[in-house]
């Protein structure tokens, strides 16, 4: 079985995989280098750099499965894959506890102010008073969207005596009798909740889930947390909300457009803002490479 790495994985994944195949790491092929190349091999491997296109595929005349060590499969032509019987494997439960612990990471930025504390600091001053925060005790956190990274999210905040709602179309029984997340309509969590935070993949049932008339529903102490995809929240309408002072504050990880160049969040002082990094965490990184390993072999038998 040879397996091709077309985009640096972690090594701990090739490792993995040289114990059943052989392997040949090449990343940052050109196109035509890898349409040369892919021939060769059962399985290709890539992250989001290489496109795995219709070409590729027809090139890889002994291709049994194509993996992307990562979430989304936007850079592979599942189709054309398919119709030839290659299997695509994804690892997306790999950043699941990395997002998790962003979104307390913005929360907690958010409540004790550490943006706002730290440009203190290293502008020389000792602002004590001015910088009194707020605790996520007792707060109301509403999850749309309870799949793996909604629920890590709700296991986590059990543990800073967080109050939940959860809004999501396949309700999760557990989830709930675990955490004590109560399932609401969604306009219920938008006016109830003192934190929202969205879970829900980007299709067009989810497209501006939270748009004008939804963000215009959260209370004024309100703060909204995106780490899902940009698109799911109406940025335009978000900033409006922000500038008028209709909800407390927002903090993103995701943006309609990306990076989000020229985009008035930039100069609003009401955001915690953080480059798309869910799921950058050294060992996310590692589980997507061991996890996409571990289901290659089993794919193969
Ligand atoms: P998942 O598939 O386990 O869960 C998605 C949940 O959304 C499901 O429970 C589904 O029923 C629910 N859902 C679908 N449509 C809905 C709707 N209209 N309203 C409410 N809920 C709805 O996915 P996951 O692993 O939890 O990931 C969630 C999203 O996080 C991903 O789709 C991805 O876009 C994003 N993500 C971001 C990063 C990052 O770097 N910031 C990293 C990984 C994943």
């Known amino acids: 079985m040879k397996v091709l790495v077309a985009d640096k994985i972690h090594e701990d994944g090739v490792k993995l995989l ?6 040949d790491v090449a990343a940052g092929l050109k196109p035509a280098e890898l349409i040369a190349k892919v021939g060769g091999y059962e399985i290709l491997i890539v992250r989001s750099a290489t496109r795995v296109t219709k070409e590729v595929i027809d ?13 989304g499969l936007d850079n592979i032509d599942v189709e054309a894959a398919e119709s030839r ?28 102010r550490l943006p706002e504390a730290d440009a203190s600091m290293k502008a020389g001053k000792w602002e004590k008073a001015r910088l009194t925060g707020s605790e996520l005790r007792g707060k109301i956190l509403g999850i749309i969207g309870t799949g793996r990274i909604g ?30 997340a109560k399932y609401v309509d969604l306009d219920t969590l938008l006016r109830e909740s003192d934190f929202v935070t969205l879970h829900v993949p980007l299709m067009p049932q989810t497209r501006h ?15 909204l947390i995106n780490t899902s995809r940009g698109g799911v929240v109406d940025e335009g309408a978000l900033v409006e909300v922000l500038k008028q002072g209709k909800i407390a504050g927002a ?28 799921a ?14 571990q289901k290659i072999k089993e794919a193969i038998g």
């Open 280 to 293: 950058s965490t050294h060992e996310a990184q590692r589980d997507a490479a061991v996890f996409a390993a």
């Open 59 to 71: 090139a890889g005349e002994r291709l049994k499965v194509i993996v992307r060590a990562g979430v």
């Open 151 to 180: 629920r890590a999210v709700g296991y986590k905040a059990k543990a800073f005596l967080m109050d939940l709602l959860a809004y999501d179309p396949v309700q999760n029984a557990e989830f709930a009798e675990r955490t004590g």
């Open 18 to 23: 040289r114990e059943f195949a052989k392997v």
């Open 251 to 278: 903090c993103l990880d995701v943006y309609e457009k990306e990076p989000p160049v020229d985009s008035q969040l930039l100069e609003l002082p009401n955001v915690v803002l953080t480059p798309h990094l869910g």
């Open 209 to 223: 889930i939270v748009g004008k008339r939804e963000l215009e529903l959260m209370k004024p102490t309100a703060v």
């Open 85 to 112: 019987g290659i299997k695509v494997i994804n690892t997306p439960e790999a950043p699941t506890v990395a997002v998790a612990e962003l979104v307390f990471g913005l929360m907690l930025a958010w409540v004790r």
